[in-house]
């Protein structure tokens, strides 16, 4: 099976940076993906990581180490649209599928 | 191009009753997902269809919920008998996924919002 874990919450100020830790154990892991969910409206991609590394995307970046089972979302110069749940989305091969599972999010909370 | 619709985007439904809700996926995506989603809460995985192979159907919570996926394109989900704890947002998601090179990034509907009263 597959055990994703995020914080619940978390509070940033405007302006300043913030992290966002997912950690996982799978087997047959083969990717890992962001994504954010403005309440009432459907997730929308972030990002994609694979290999081991940082991927930079203008203000937001994600780290995997897949030694560690871990990756973070880490979202620069907060604006107050940023206020979202970040969902931490791994994908896993197992049994001839190629399945992505869902972490139940993280409800980031920008203030001024 | 057209991204992924769902149909109806809201259903008022009584217990007991049954409904059916529609995903047309984007053109051409090989994989589809459903989840459900109830208020502050995270995705939950019900289905998944991937081209041609059997579904996996995991993540359904009950036999009162079954989908199928018609000609590799549209999916319908059905909740036989719907009860109060139904009630939640339904998401579908499609994705290019083909056995070499998969993207899997998943493109998601608008849902649709099911009340059971």
């Known amino acids: 099976g597959q055990n994703i874990d995020q914080p619940t919450e978390m509070t940033a100020t405007e302006g300043a940076i913030v992290q966002i830790n997912c950690t996982y154990q799978?087997?047959?892991?083969?990717?890992l993906f962001w994504y954010q969910q403005h309440a009432g409206e459907a997730p929308t991609f972030l990002s994609y990581?694979?290999?081991?590394g940082l991927e930079e995307k203008g203000r937001f970046s994600s780290f995997l180490s897949r030694s560690k089972g871990y990756s973070y979302l880490l979202l620069k110069e907060l604006q107050m649209k940023d206020s979202a749940s970040y969902l931490c989305?791994?994908?896993?091969?197992?049994?001839?599928?190629?399945?992505?599972?869902f972490g139940t999010g993280t409800k980031l909370q920008v203030i001024p | 191009g057209a991204g992924v619709s769902q149909s109806p985007s809201n259903k008022v439904t009584e217990k007991g009753k049954d409904v059916e809700l529609r995903c047309d996926p984007i053109?051409?995506?090989?994989?589809l997902y459903w989840y459900r989603q109830s208020l502050g809460q995270g995705l939950e995985f019900l289905i998944y269809?991937?081209?041609?192979?059997?579904?996996?159907k995991s993540g359904l919570p009950s036999d009162r919920f079954s989908a199928e996926r018609t000609g590799g394109s549209v999916s319908t989900l059905t909740i036989q008998r719907t009860q109060q704890e139904d009630s939640a947002v339904y998401l579908c998601?499609?994705?290019?996924?083909?056995?070499?090179?998969?993207?899997?990034?998943?493109?998601f509907g608008p849902g649709t919002r099911l009340t059971v009263l």
């Open positions: 989305a791994v994908r896993s091969y197992s049994g001839g599928y190629q399945k992505v599972t």
């Open positions: 990581n694979v290999l081991d």
């Open positions: 269809f991937q081209g041609n192979s059997a579904p996996d």
């Open positions: 998601a499609s994705s290019y996924s083909p056995q070499r090179k998969p993207t899997d990034t998943q493109y």
């Open positions: 799978t087997s047959g892991f083969n990717g």
């Open positions: 053109s051409g995506h090989t994989a």
